[in-house]
């Protein structure tokens, strides 16, 4: 079931890149099958452990590329909190806020987009004269498996 989710996931991206004219190559589109395989957030160093598996040559700086390359174009988004990396829910939408619930019990992050939220952020912050260029929303708490067990 995951398998065929992600298979879609991946030809969705593969189509965005096409369209974009940016080049997905064999290590990002790995990476980013790791990120997607996690329902946990993955830390960079998870990543290259698990990307050696099939690339033994993988350095931290492919990783780190690859990554950078995957937020660029929207597919992921950066945990700042953990400091990890979590697949983005909508990955053909362009850069967006997103709230992120992240349980500290099995760390299953869940990304909720909510323009109300944003929009309320931005007339604050406007009131004060300042302009947003970036959110950074994020709740640590128990997830709804995790507080039913
Ligand atoms: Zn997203
Ligand atoms: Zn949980």
Excluded at 29 to 52: D, M, N, P
Excluded at 61 to 68: E, G, I, K, M, S
Excluded at 117 to 135: P, R
């Amino acid at each position: 079931m995951v398998k065929i989710l992600d298979n879609k996931l991946i030809q969705q991206i593969e189509e965005i890149c096409t369209a974009r004219g940016v080049r997905l190559t064999s290590q990002r589109k790995r990476v980013f099958e790791l990120i997607c395989s996690s329902k946990k957030a993955s830390s960079a160093y998870e990543l290259l452990e698990e990307l050696k598996i099939s690339e033994p040559q993988a350095k931290p700086p492919t990783v780190y590329r690859a990554l950078d390359f995957l937020l660029e174009q929207g597919f992921i988004h950066r945990v700042e909190s953990t400091n990890s990396f979590i697949s983005c829910c909508s990955c053909n939408a362009h850069k967006h806020s997103s709230h992120l619930l992240i349980c500290d019990e099995c760390g299953n992050v869940t990304e909720l987009q909510n323009d109300k939220l944003v929009t309320l952020l931005e007339e604050n912050a406007e009131k004060h004269g300042f302009k947003i260029h970036n959110h950074v929303i994020e709740s640590h708490g128990v997830c709804q498996s995790c507080s039913s067990n």
